[in-house]
């Protein structure tokens, strides 16, 4: 790979410049390359190159110093909120971002778990790669009820755009015919391991609304021209995705869009710029390119661009708007409405229950199955049928009790040696995804004192649940239990987890909303910003409302719709 | 996916190689340079630099030897000294423990030796098997002179025996079954591999 898009100090006016290259800022990237403008990419981070710079993989447990644990030292100093996350260990941790040198604020009694990314790639990196349409359920949510506003879209004006992102993303998955979940054209779907199909089974013959399915996720179970053409692979199931993968089997920036956005030669890009705001001029009311802090030496310049695209996270692209305060907007860029960094939402994760499936001693599997097995929204779908608004979806699995499982069984010896061999009982799980009220009360704001070590104002993040998150949190154990026990399961644990903070879920979305009105929303229908036609925004910070299924692919599409809009309109000579 | 393929990085035959087989298998037509960059990219020196320190006393680290072997002694596959779980457990105390957690560890091994010595008068190293055997026993069940504060600190400590063996390359790769590369995901029979997978 040569380096020469990489670029430092440039007077070039761009065509474009998206700031974040995440999965959004990827995609940003690759459509206006492809459809001929000069793009740069900006990065706040550094160069992670495919492969070369994935130095967590592939080394074996045994040649860690610590097995994977890291220094506690470390971690308390360097990493205290991103050790929360699932997938942060030693063979990942330097693909999170350090605690200590990107500080936040939230009150004392409001935790609030801010899990980033902070190089080429972003989070795309570590994604969990779940992928799932959302449907007029989800965009008729907020009409319907009266939380949040109305999106300024439906399902129709996205079909298009779904299918368009996961032909080049590589879905894996099945047709179901599932009204609240629209179906694809999919990869192969993992498969069904012989405890899960029996729990299918009885689960579906017992609740006629509720299907369980296999997860869809963007690997590659069975690679097409155009993903082998990039030099991605097929899926090994090693399930160990967030230390990079040099087969290119998920999907990330650098195994995808980063790769096709360079093959049209149009892409520069500039890592370790951090972006300390939108260069905004009021004669034309255009964003006219960024400023930018050079997080090494942390001196500033500025990139030029006709268009503007912030992709740089939900929270993010909220901080770089709030700190983009002119004559005309004192309160942050394209905020007439007054509502930027307002209506913050996540998922609702952390409620749910396992159980123990007795027998089937002689059933195993081979590989680690990258995805779960979902179960699509049941509730408040045809009717209003439970005490709260909106609704979740489950992912389960069933497998075998591992050898950590096993090490807190009573005994010592060759016989406790003998019962870890010979792997546990079989266990299933269904673990809520549920979603969050849109409120205005839940929201960031730049700190009035407190910066971090680049002179950016930190974020203030005030989010809580609202009594509606609660009760479904409730019901989310209640009802994964109870069928649970009716499906024939033992040891049934029920939980709510009261450790799991807003945010920490990493569906942060909805400061930056879309909506019909320019007096209560920020962007239009088509990202773009209602007060500033060149400045779209694309990321998590766009969505009206969150629903209840996982966002990135949602995500995706309208950032290929938006750059698709942008263009035209750039053509038009309207932005 | 054929079976061959299942763990074709597991019998350490050349990676570059393992690479080659393993982009053949799924029927791929990968450029030499592809191809360099996989291998390269599993090729990582084991990195040690950042564990010189250790916790136990030469005395403390004999009786988790002697502990970790009786936890998970050698059988047809080697035990925990063999795989070096002491080792292990003397660095893991040093860096990834907080002092509490680390006091709580020494406080069982110096309750283990404080019972040896009442019972049989003398250190547990120099106890017979079986006293060693029973006085473990009793504490993982709480008896006699155990209670459950004692029970927890054994659990504890067996958790960390058991870390420290099954991440070892003789408990992975040799007590359990070890696919780095799977190949890909299939429901099979237990019997077609006989033991538990190392990586879940």
């Given amino acids: 790979m040569t380096n020469t898009f990489y670029i430092g100090k440039s007077q070039e006016v761009y065509d474009a410049i998206v700031v974040g290259s995440g999965i959004t800022g990827g995609w940003a990237a690759k459509e206006l390359c492809e459809k001929g403008l000069k793009t740069l990419l900006v990065e706040r981070g550094r160069k992670v190159e495919h492969r070369k710079d994935y130095i967590g993989e592939g ?24 050790q929360q996350n699932y997938a942060f260990n030693d063979a990942t941790k330097h693909f999170y971002a350090n605690d200590r040198d990107f500080p936040y604020h939230t009150p004392e009694n409001k935790p609030f778990s801010w899990i980033r990314g902070n190089q080429l ?97 963007a690997h590659l179970t069975k690679p097409g021209p155009q993903h082998t053409a990039l030099g991605r692979v097929q899926c090994m199931a090693r399930n160990e995705c967030q230390k990079g993968c040099s087969f290119g089997a998920y999907f990330s920036t650098q195994s995808a869009t980063l790769p096709a956005a360079l093959k049209t030669g ?162 299933f799980g269904l673990h809520g995804s549920g979603e969050m009220l849109p409120r205005f009360e839940n929201k960031v704001s730049l700190h009035p004192t407190l910066k971090d070590k680049w002179g950016m104002p930190q974020l203030h993040i005030e989010c809580e649940y609202s009594e509606n998150d609660k009760k479904m949190r409730e019901d989310m154990a209640e009802t994964a239990a109870e069928i649970l026990e009716s499906i024939g399961l033992k040891e049934i644990y029920k939980y709510v987890r009261d450790d799991w903070p807003p945010g920490l879920s990493i569906h942060e979305m909805g400061t930056a909303r879309m909506g019909r009105d320019p007096k209560t929303s920020v962007l239009n229908g088509y990202n773009q910003a209602h007060d500033v036609p060149n400045l779209f925004v694309t990321d998590g910070a766009s969505m009206s409302s969150c629903a209840w299924q996982n966002p990135s692919l949602t995500y995706m599409a309208l950032t290929a719709r938006a750059c698709d809009y942008a263009v035209q309109q750039l053509k038009l000579g309207k932005i | 996916m054929n079976k061959q393929t299942v763990s074709p990085l597991a019998s350490g035959i050349d990676r570059r190689t393992a690479i080659k087989q393993l982009a053949l298998a799924c029927g791929l037509a990968l450029s ?81 030796q404080s019972v040896a010595q009442t019972r049989h008068e003398r250190d547990f190293l120099a106890c017979e098997a079986e006293q060693q055997i029973s006085l473990l026993r009793d504490m993982e069940a709480a008896r006699n002179e155990f209670d459950a504060s004692d029970r927890q600190a054994f659990k504890q400590f067996k958790a960390l025996v058991a870390l420290g063996y099954y991440t070892s390359e003789i408990g992975a790769s040799q007590e359990l079954a070890y696919a780095p590369v799977p190949g890909g995901y299939r429901p099979i029979k237990f019997s077609e591999i006989g033991k538990a997978w190392a990586l879940n």
């Fill in chain 2, 32 to 112: 030499a340079r592809s191809l360099s960059l996989l291998a390269d990219s599993f090729s990582i020196p084991t990195d040690v630099s950042r564990r010189s320190q250790t916790a136990l006393n030469p005395q403390q680290l004999a009786l988790v030897r002697q502990l970790g072997e009786i936890i998970i002694p050698t059988t047809d596959t080697p035990g925990a000294i063999a795989a070096g779980v002491h080792d292990f457990i003397n660095h893991q105390l040093a860096y990834c423990y907080s002092e509490d957690e680390r006091i709580q560890i020494l406080d069982c091994l110096a309750r283990i």
């Fill in chain 1, 121 to 217: 790639g972003g989070k795309s990196l570590l994604w969990h790669r779940q992928s799932y349409r959302w449907s007029d359920l989800d965009f008729n949510a907020n009409m319907v009820d009266g939380h949040g506003v109305d999106w300024p879209l439906r399902y129709k004006d996205l079909e298009n755009w779904y299918s368009y992102v996961e032909e080049f993303v590589g879905i894996s998955g099945s047709v179901e015919n599932i009204p609240v979940l629209p179906d694809s054209k999919y990869l192969p779907p993992f498969e069904f391991n012989a405890v899960e199909k029996v729990l299918k089974g009885r689960i579906e013959k017992k609740y006629r609304d509720r299907k369980l399915i296999m997860g869809r996720c």
């Fill in chain 1, 266 to 427: 149009n892409l520069s890009i500039a890592t370790n710029a951090i972006v300390h705001s939108v260069i905004y001029d009021d004669k034309t009311n255009r964003a006219t390119g960024v400023r930018v802090i050079d997080a090494e030496t942390l001196e500033t310049r500025e990139y030029f661009g006709k268009l503007v695209f912030l992709c740089a996270s939900t929270l993010g692209t909220t901080q770089v708007m709030l700190n983009s305060v002119s004559e005309a907007f004192p309160t942050g860029i394209a905020n007439s409405s007054g509502v930027l960094g307002h209506y913050l939402m996540d998922h609702l994760y952390g409620a749910g229950a396992t159980g123990i499936v007795e027998g089937y001693e002689d059933e195993y599997y081979s590989g680690r199955r990258p995805t779960g097995l979902y179960m699509p929204r049941f509730k408040n779908v045809l009717r209003k049928d439970a005490d709260f608004l909106r609704g979740y979806a489950f992912f389960g699995s069933a497998q075998r009790e591992t050898w950590g499982d096993l090490s807190h069984r009573d005994g010592i010896g060759a016989e406790y040696k003998e019962t870890i061999r010979s792997a546990g009982r079989w266990n």
């Fill in chain 1, 59 to 82: 080394v074996k447990p045994w040649e860690m110093p610590f097995r994977g644990q890291i220094e506690k030292s470390v971690v308390d100093e360097q990493y205290h909120i991103q």
